[in-house]
């Protein structure tokens, strides 16, 4: 039982140490269209934080929410993508709840530019354009 539990914490402590941050970006500000309205309305996500990591899995992108607590897209069942062009990086995240959304930072400039696009037939049917600062921490 003692070796399980080695292992186990051995394993914790790998993917922490191997999970590397590439970018985290801060408050978004930006715009809202609902379709049912047929009219734009500002919007702004004021203490929300996003997130890249590259582990030994792969991309993880998530965000952190209005309590604080992180919560990668992979747990809400979003497909990630990601491009990496040497100047931008770009993110694709699917849902199969009717949403995508789509990011692209720069990483000189570190502004991060978003879309999201829910259309899942109800009166939540919007599109959002945001932008946000972000910290690009290096490839």
């Known amino acids: 039982m003692k070796k399980l539990l080695l292992i186990l914490i051995c394993l914790f402590f790998s993917y922490e140490v191997n999970s590397k941050t590439v970018f985290t970006c801060g408050s978004s500000e930006g715009y809202v269209h609902f379709f049912d309205k047929n009219k734009f309305e500002k919007d702004g996500i004021k203490d929300g934080m996003f997130t890249l990591r590259k582990n030994s899995d792969g991309w993880d992108f998530g965000f952190v929410d209005y309590y604080k607590e992180f919560t990668s897209v992979k747990d809400k069942d979003g ?34 530019m978003w879309t999201s696009h829910r259309f899942n037939g109800t009166m939540f049917d919007n599109v959002k354009i945001m932008k946000s600062q972000c910290k690009y921490s290096g490839d």
């Open 79 to 112: 497909e990630i993508s990601v491009i990496d062009t040497g100047e931008q990086i770009l993110v694709s995240v699917i849902y199969g709840t009717g949403v995508w959304e789509k990011y692209q930072l720069s990483k000189k400039s570190g502004l991060m």
